[in-house]
């Protein structure tokens, strides 16, 4: 039988950077009008345990990095269900059914512009070309 209280103890070690994370998602999208939206964080949570793998203090820098992968997520499936005409996503309607296509496509386009300034901002060229 699955026990959840496990799965909440392995994700002790980044529970703190996940969490912000979720802040840091949060707050790109309120700042856009749109309700934040979390899904699993399965690529954050990855990044996450990869960085803290390595025995460092500051954890700010993947947190960064964490975001963006997350908003590049985001917008690809919002593109996605815009080029797929789906109506759905996880119970929920699509972005584009309540905001319209060209919203939208404009809220997408800005979730990569965001993430490819947040990496850029990391100074850290092979991360940056390996994304783009």
Request: proline share 4%; no cysteine; charged share 25%.
């Amino acid at each position: 039988m699955f026990d959840e209280r496990k799965l909440v103890s392995i994700y002790t070690p980044i529970q703190y950077s996940l969490k912000r994370v979720k802040n840091e998602l949060r707050k790109r999208y309120i700042s856009s009008g749109i309700k934040p939206v979390y899904g699993k964080l399965l690529r954050p949570t990855i990044a996450l345990f990869a960085s803290h793998s390595f025995e460092k203090k500051d954890h700010s820098k993947d947190v960064i990095l964490a975001t963006a992968l997350e908003l590049i997520h985001n917008a690809s499936l919002i593109h996605d269900d815009i080029l797929d005409d789906e109506f759905m996503r996880r119970s929920d309607s699509a972005l584009h059914i309540p905001l319209g296509l060209k919203k939208a496509l404009l809220f997408g386009d800005s979730l990569f512009t965001q993430a490819l300034k947040m990496i850029q901002e990391l100074d850290h060229p092979t991360i940056l070309s390996s994304i783009i």
